[in-house]
């Protein structure tokens, strides 16, 4: 009797390793935590004889690696709107660390956990490869972009008196207060601000070379890309931003699902946020490959 229960406890651990094992079972984990597993990819294409797809889903496996020292396997949580808006204090915040040297050489940089363990592997590896990757903005408040937002508000007054062209103006580059994925401590600026320093004649272009082939084995992906028939709308192009797809795909499922164009509010300018649809043709005006599936 005895040994038929350790023959059975040893199938069942058998099933357990077996069932547990493999990056897709970490992608399911993932996704469970984010309430992501049981949906299907609703709303979203489901197309799977688009090759793309088959190559997005193997770097996303990729991609999906287990975080450094263990998240807390949480249930699911409710969607907390204030993280998602930026509505909180990184600094106080349990899942988020502070980024130092040789990472970044400015002074409060903080990232989520998660971010900042794939972050330095990466930074590592592009190290190896003679790139220095580094960090020039992180995690930003509502606060530090309402700072940005109404700072270029009152600079383009002149040039711009009408509302809507405005915020189109600013929204080149720079996202409204609370729809910022700064917000969320998955996404970092690298090196330079500006497009032509990673092309060729410019001081980064082994940098943005480097990101392009590397940067998805990481869990990284350039969410502003060049826009075009794939993304038509959105903020303009940025070289220098990068995303932490495992994190920052979940995030963005539930920033669409609960944040409504009318719910930014509390800067100024903020009226232009529905007539410019901001959740749909910015929050989700993205490289189709950093949506989620
Ligand atoms: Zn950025």
Same mark, same amino acid.
């Given at each position: ?64 690696? &287990? ?37 970044? @050489? ?62 189109? %103006? ?43 082939? @590397? &940067? ?10 060049? %826009? ?12 220098? @931003? ?15 699902? &609960? ?35």
């Amino acid at each position: 009797m005895r040994l038929f229960y350790l023959f059975q406890v040893a199938v069942l651990g058998l099933l357990l390793a077996v069932a547990g094992c493999g990056p897709e079972a970490e992608t399911g984990a993932l996704f469970a935590r984010s309430g992501l597993a049981h949906e299907g990819g609703g709303g979203m294409t489901t197309d799977t004889t688009d090759p793309r797809k088959d190559k997005m889903t193997d770097r996303e496996i990729m991609a999906v690696e &287990a975080p450094e020292s263990g998240a807390p396997d949480q249930p699911d949580k409710e969607v907390d709107l204030n993280y998602l808006m930026g509505k909180f204090d990184p600094a106080r915040h349990p899942d988020f660390v502070p980024v130092g040297k040789p990472y970044t @050489h400015k002074p409060g940089m903080m990232l989520r956990r998660e971010t900042f363990a794939a972050f330095k592997k990466m930074w590592a590896a592009a190290k190896k490869d003679g790139v220095t990757l580094t960090i020039i903005s992180s995690t930003r408040s509502f606060e530090q972009q309402k700072n940005i937002w109404e700072g270029k508000w009152s600079r383009f007054a002149a040039e711009h008196p009408q509302a809507d062209a405005r915020a189109r %103006k600013i929204l080149e580059y720079s996202a409204m207060p609370g729809a910022s994925r700064h917000h969320w401590g998955t996404d970092i600026d690298l090196n330079d601000l500006n497009n032509p320093s990673f092309e060729p004649g410019g001081r980064h272009v082994n940098v943005y070379a480097w990101l392009k082939v @590397h &940067a998805y084995e990481f869990g990284f992906c350039q969410p502003y890309t060049a %826009k075009g028939d794939q993304r038509p709308h959105g903020y303009n192009e940025e070289k220098w @931003h990068w995303s932490y797809l495992p994190l920052a795909m979940p995030l963005l499922r539930q920033y669409s699902e &609960a944040v409504r164009d009318e719910m930014l509010r509390g800067f100024s300018g903020a009226e232009t946020a529905k007539p410019l649809h901001m959740v749909d043709h910015y929050a989700l005006g993205i490289n189709q490959d950093c949506k989620p599936r």
